[in-house]
């Protein structure tokens, strides 16, 4: 029986990595627009219209629906920066959604979801070091 947890510890590590691999390789995705003010500009109006609804307009996660919500956004603006919580996870779980959070892949570009990224890390606290989201 001991012999056995070993095995079958590799074996959830190998299944999970498979599952989540889309999720791996985003995490070493950079923002090709880092630094742009423009890309920053461009963000604010997307977000704008579509997201500050729910996560509120600096991303703090206290929007005029967010009340409504069952699982609230986290706030945005204390998510610690790359390389501790890396710009191409936000990418990923922008694209992909989460349970109430709508997957916006199909509505923009990758570039426009880096604009986002751009735009949700122009908003990010000095004291933003430790909060990582959940996958
Ligand atoms: C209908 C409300 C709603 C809208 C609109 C919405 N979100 Fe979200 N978002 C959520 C919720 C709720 C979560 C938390 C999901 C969870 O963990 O269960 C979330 C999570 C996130 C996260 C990860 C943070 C976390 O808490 O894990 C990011 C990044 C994000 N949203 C960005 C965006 C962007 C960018 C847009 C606009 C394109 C957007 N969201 C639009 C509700 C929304």
């Known amino acids: 029986m001991k012999r ?8 959830a590590v190998v299944v999970l990595g498979y599952m989540q ?3 791996i390789a ?3 995705q950079t923002n090709p627009f880092q630094g742009s003010a423009e ?3 461009r963000g604010e109006a997307t977000w704008t219209a579509h997201c500050q609804v729910c996560h509120g307009s600096d991303g703090e996660g206290n929007g005029p629906a967010s009340a409504q919500l069952s699982a ?3 706030d945005l603006t204390m998510v610690a ?3 501790v919580f890396p710009d191409g996870i936000l990418a990923f ?3 992909e959604g989460k349970n109430t959070m709508p997957a916006w892949k199909q509505a923009f570009t990758p570039d426009e979801i880096w604009d986002l990224v751009s735009y949700i890390r ?3 606290k000095k004291a933003a070091k430790t909060l990582i989201l959940s996958f």
């Open 122 to 124: 122009s908003k990010s």
């Open 93 to 95: 779980r922008i694209s």
């Open 72 to 74: 609230k956004p986290k």
């Open 39 to 41: 890309s920053v500009a």
């Open 4 to 11: 056995l947890i070993l095995p079958v510890l590799f074996l």
């Open 21 to 23: 691999k889309e999720l």
């Open 81 to 83: 920066r790359a390389p």
């Open 26 to 28: 985003a995490a070493f």
